[in-house]
């Protein structure tokens, strides 16, 4: 069934295309003889084509600029990398060095965020009623948590994302798919959220700099053997941190484990990374 959100309690937008807005001297101009100062962030790159006028949850107002963007490519490196997303660490790699941990700082913030969500729980008044000044002032203050636990979680994936694209020349990563929806613990759905953000990041910044970036489906991928593609019986449980392969007898860090999965499954060679190198019984090298 469609949904629809009401008027009343979504932050409004608004889209000029073209003919309705205007940049001139620094300032915004837009359709109905409108005039806005606008705090540029960084220079425009190119015309923009569009621009869209929002309010976040904090009562902030923003636009947004299209701009027609252009590839950056940067030098080959001859390199590849296989990324698998996870709880513990938010991404494990083929390469130890790119392995990102699930940042703590989010701590902090998500213990800010949990007093001020109680806060609110204990103010609310029952539908129908007004809500009092204190429920509001808790509410633009959990409000202001999520931001900003938004942002750091976007500055860590977005470095670690320019890093790995810069000295990669192809990528195999898991095509995550959050289940916000099921019923899952709040460490969980902290790891999705970081995982969402850091696999939006790498994509865009692989577009960007034009890597090959290949997403492969997750079905089955923590249950292959990276080593001979035997796929065990039963899915690991997640307490078991590591993988035995019953087929080939090869050991491997779970997640590691599915991080050669990934380049495996997205048939890039995994010559050049790390400790791994696959061997056929020829001599000859697989490809
Ligand atoms: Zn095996």
Known sequence: MPRFKKRDVTAPTLNYTLRGFRIKDGRLGLAGGISLTVVWSRALPDEPTSVRIHRDSLGHWYASFVVLSRAEPLPATGDVIGIDWGVTVTAATTRDDYDLPHHEHGKRSAEKLARYQRMMARRRQPKGKAQSRGYLKAKKQTAKAHKKIARQRLDTA????????????????????????????????????????TKTALIEMSRKHVRDLRLVHPAHTTMDCAQCGARAKHALPLSERTYTCTVCGAVSPRDKNSAHVMLVRAGLNPDGVDRVRLVLPQGGRAA
């Open 158 to 197: 977005r470095k670690w994302a320019k890093r790995v694209v810069r000295d990669h020349d192809r990528i195999a990563a898991e095509d995550f798919r959050p289940k916000f929806m099921a019923r899952t613990t709040l460490a969980r759905k902290a790891a999705d959220g970081a995982i969402s953000a």
